[in-house]
């Protein structure tokens, strides 16, 4: 049995990965780190932290710290979700889904909480979330599962009784660690990916999700 529902963030409640990709692209630009679209897919749902880490290792610079990268993106997204973001299509409806049938739903991303509440304080959704984690406080991001089996403890619940919506490789293979069934919504260009098919559903949109999807979510083993 589905007892809660935890959501990713980014690239499932909005269409927030092109708006870190620019901020991405842009902060390594100031230290001589130039980066594609095609690059940043590739950590797609991994913490900054360890994104900026992987960089510098892959490229080494000087004259500004790892630290200040980081916090440059976080400003340039956090400026470019006020400014730009809007719910993704069918995402509201689905909160509100899981919300009429009481289901306990929970928020669990590699965002920190200071853009998690730029996002949901926006949205005006933050009072449909029983429990709000972010992987800055774990020892390890996604893929490691640490994010989820937290909130599933916060909730008091086993990670097996629990349903994740993702969107990225990284995030689907973290809740499949933690043992949790998985709805994901790959981007378009991503959506013929063999990987992608270890989830227990798989949805080009959160429009799309059903009553007919929940029944078959509910009666896997």
């Known amino acids: 049995m589905i007892k ?14 092109p708006l870190w ?5 842009a902060a390594f630009n100031e230290v001589g780190v130039h980066l594609t679209d095609e690059m940043c897919l590739e950590t797609t749902g991994v913490r900054v932290d360890e994104v900026v880490t992987y960089r510098f290792r892959q490229n080494p610079w000087k004259n500004k710290s790892q630290k200040y990268v980081r916090n440059t993106i976080f400003a340039g997204v956090e400026q470019r ?3 730009h973001s809007i719910p993704l299509k069918g995402s509201l409806e689905t909160l509100e889904f899981f919300r009429h049938r009481n289901i306990p739903i ?4 590699s965002s920190p909480i200071r853009l998690i509440n730029t996002v949901l304080n926006k949205f005006c ?10 992987a800055e406080h774990e020892r390890y991001g996604k893929p490691h599962p640490a994010v989820f089996i937290t909130t599933a403890k916060q909730l008091r619940t086993d ?3 629990c349903l994740v919506f993702e969107d990225s490789f990284n995030g689907l293979l973290a809740a499949k660690a933690a043992r949790m069934k998985t709805v994901v919504l790959p981007i378009t260009k991503q959506w013929n990916e063999t990987r992608f098919d270890i989830a227990d559903l798989k949805l080009k949109s959160l429009a799309e999700f059903s009553e007919r999807h929940w029944k078959h979510l509910k009666a896997l083993p």
């Open 4 to 17: 809660a529902v935890i959501f990713d963030m980014d690239g499932v409640l909005l269409d927030s990965e």
């Open 21 to 25: 990709h620019a901020a991405e692209i």
């Open 81 to 83: 979700i006020l400014e």
């Open 106 to 109: 929970a928020l669990a991303s």
């Open 125 to 134: 959704i933050k009072k449909l979330f029983t429990i709000i984690h972010s």
């Open 159 to 161: 990670p097996a009784s």
